[in-house]
């Protein structure tokens, strides 16, 4: 019964880790969606020549915090605009125009979200002034800041919530086996009165530590089954191009690898711990 309630309350506490584990690549592919819609565009005036134009696009994709830069020319702008207004009257109005009024422009992608403040810094530069009419990360700055903020408060979130499971597993494990080793007291005391060795009566628990690692790994394993198959189809509406199922199951030896190593490590070490202390009494 105890090894049962000691495996029972290894599955749960896997299964939070494993939540974790999944809710972290969540939000990583979440927040990398919403990153790779978020850029910085730099306008040009209509007189800045296309040279000039694809000699600033080099310079800026040379900087390493530039992930790509895309140049959308006067022409293509204009192409894009009309396709975006095709059913108004904007379009209209724009289809009677002579001449381009649109600008030339530079979509820029960071590698990193935080680091779009020093690209638009470095476009700063008062040589590019004559050539520059506007550049749109001001106009984005506060939803950039936000997602840094969210980026660095679910990193130290997981992190936390992750220290907190592993302190909580280690101790019901701990006490666990402790109630393991006071209903074998009495052939603990035989053991030790015919000359066992420490780690003769530590052995046996060590290896039901590990048993009881190994088989809430698998078990955690199973079971977290059927809610993957009930999230994966609401994460994919949420985050295009996401299927958690296709991560599960793709990656479950790897899954599996960190159960092991997690339950294992925990069942194992409060094992030592229990008895070792157990035996200094």
Do not use: C
Not at 11 to 24: E, K, N, P, R
Not at 135 to 162: C, F, H, P, T
Not at 171 to 185: D, E, G, K, M, P
Not at 210 to 226: D, Q, Y
């Amino acid at each position: 019964m105890l090894s049962t309630a000691t495996v029972a309350i290894m599955v749960l506490a896997l299964l939070m880790g494993l939540g974790l584990i999944l809710f972290g690549v969540t939000t990583d592919r979440a927040i990398a969606s919403v990153q790779d819609k978020i850029d910085i565009s730099v306008y040009f005036t209509t007189a800045t020549p296309e040279d000039q134009i694809l000699n600033i696009k080099q310079s800026i994709e040379a900087l390493t915090e530039v992930k790509s830069v895309e140049y959308v020319s006067r022409d293509k702008a204009l192409e894009l605009f009309k396709a975006e207004h095709a059913n108004d009257e904007i379009g209209e109005a724009l289809s009677l125009l002579e001449d381009n009024p649109l600008e030339a422009s530079l979509n820029i992608k960071a590698t990193a979200p935080d680091q779009y403040a020093s690209i638009a810094e470095s476009l700063q530069n008062p040589n590019l002034g004559s050539y520059i009419s506007n550049v749109s990360y001001y106009e984005n700055q506060i939803v950039i800041d936000r997602l840094v903020a969210i980026i660095k408060n679910v990193n130290r979130g997981g992190l936390a919530l992750i220290i907190a499971l592993s302190l909580v597993a280690g101790l019901i494990v701990f006490n666990t086996v402790r109630l393991a080793i006071y209903s074998n007291r009495d052939e603990i005391g035989i053991m030790r009165a015919v000359g066992a060795s420490n780690a003769l009566v530590r052995g046996p628990f060590i290896v039901n530590g590990v048993i009881v690692g190994v088989v809430a790994a698998v078990v955690s394993l199973i079971a977290a089954m059927p809610a993957i198959g009930f999230v994966s189809p609401y994460l994919e509406g949420f985050i295009p191009g996401f299927s958690m199922s296709s991560y599960y199951y793709t990656g479950i030896i790897g899954l599996f690898g960190w159960q092991l190593l997690f339950g294992v490590g925990i069942a194992t070490l409060s094992s030592f711990m229990a008895v070792r202390r157990y035996l200094r009494n």
